[in-house]
């Protein structure tokens, strides 16, 4: 059962250009697109210098469109298509699929601006359960852990290596709006938007409904 909606007496979250212009720079280059077909980097390219005064009003109303969406405004009849997902199938050394899933560029720009300032706030929630978020060279320091761990096991430990299989699709959704609601009240309304309803997935000229998991 999903929490409660975002309560209209929720006060707003507002986000500067300068922030907006951080977010879109943080892109890795070569960042793939959405169903919309925009990649992080034609919005780069038109913020860079050589882009002139159009740079300036290309900011001016990205800013505008990300506090929109941040605040839960976007019309229901949009999420699907907003929040959805272009669908890509990469093989995988035994032949299998691996499905895999890329935003529009907006929503994953909204993104990054709401997570941003909030990220000491998530490695202190997850630190020692989850490393993935705002901690630096963790992956490094798993390897060396690990590797340090082997060595000095002297046969009465083993180490154990989990992978959970399609593991992002079978996050329950009202599970992570419940845990949204409760450490990141501010974006709840984000949050709300992107995962409170089905969104939509399409590969080619097919479109798969997505009504579980993360994406």
Not at 21 to 27: G, L, P, R, T
Request: glycine fraction near 8%.
């Amino acid at each position: 059962m999903l929490p409660p909606s975002p309560s209209a007496t929720t006060p707003p979250t507002y986000f500067s250009q300068n922030q907006i212009q951080a977010a879109i720079s943080s892109f890795h280059h070569g960042s793939g697109a959405g169903p919309e077909g925009l990649r992080p980097q034609h919005l780069k390219d038109c913020i860079s210098i050589s882009a002139g005064d159009a740079s300036t009003s290309l900011i001016i109303s990205l800013t505008e469109l990300v506090n929109h969406l941040t605040n839960g405004h976007l019309p229901t009849a949009l999420r699907p298509f907003l929040y959805g997902a272009q669908l890509h199938g990469l093989r995988k050394n035994n032949g299998d699929l691996r499905p895999i899933a890329l935003g529009c560029t907006c929503r994953r720009l909204v993104a990054k601006v709401c997570l941003r300032p909030y990220i000491s706030r998530l490695r202190e929630l997850l630190q020692l359960t989850q490393l993935g978020v705002g901690t630096s060279w963790v992956c490094e320091a798993a390897v060396h852990g690990t590797r340090s761990f082997m060595a000095q096991t002297q046969g009465e430990k083993v180490l154990l290596k989990l992978d959970v299989k399609n593991a992002f699709n079978s996050i329950r959704r009202d599970t992570v709006l419940q845990a949204a609601q409760t450490h990141l009240p501010e974006i709840y309304p984000f949050i709300w938007d992107c995962y409170s309803s089905k969104t939509s997935l399409f590969h080619g000229e097919f479109c798969v409904d997505s009504a579980s998991g993360v994406n």
